[in-house]
Nanobody
Framework: VQLVESGGGLVQPGGSLRLSCVAS????????MSWYRQAPGKERELVAV????????NYADSVKGRFTISRDNGKNTVYLQMNSLKAEDTAVYYC?????WGQGTQVTVSS
């Protein structure tokens, strides 16, 4: 099983990023997928989750209205569109599914 995230980087406050996570080694379409994040000195927190095959989503209160989780089961990929980014969104973002984790991608929001 592999989960490989990409799309992180440095962005100014108010900017946008789209994270991607490509999954392999399991039947992607059969499992809910999630994005978590961990900021320095803080515990890992759930950001967003999308059901299998993709009709239901849930978000942390801190990102509601700004972030959108989606999935493309044909590409075994889950996305996290992040808009109106704030400094407090700075963290390592992890993809999770089938009880596995990706390696994480750094998102830094700074001017």
């Amino acid at each position: 099983v592999q989960l490989v995230e990409s799309g992180g980087g440095l962005v100014q406050p108010g900017g946008s990023l789209r994270l991607s996570c490509v999954a392999s080694g399991f039947t992607f379409s059969s499992y809910a997928m999630s994005w978590y994040r961990q900021a320095p000195g803080k515990e890992r927190e759930l950001v967003a989750v999308i059901s299998s095959p993709g009709g239901i989503t849930n978000y942390a209160d801190s990102v509601k209205g700004r972030f959108t989780i989606s999935r493309d089961n044909g590409k075994n990929t889950v996305y996290l569109q992040m808009n109106s980014l704030k400094a407090e969104d700075t963290a390592v973002y992890y993809c999770s599914g089938y009880a596995y984790w990706g390696q994480g991608t750094q998102v830094t929001v700074s001017s």
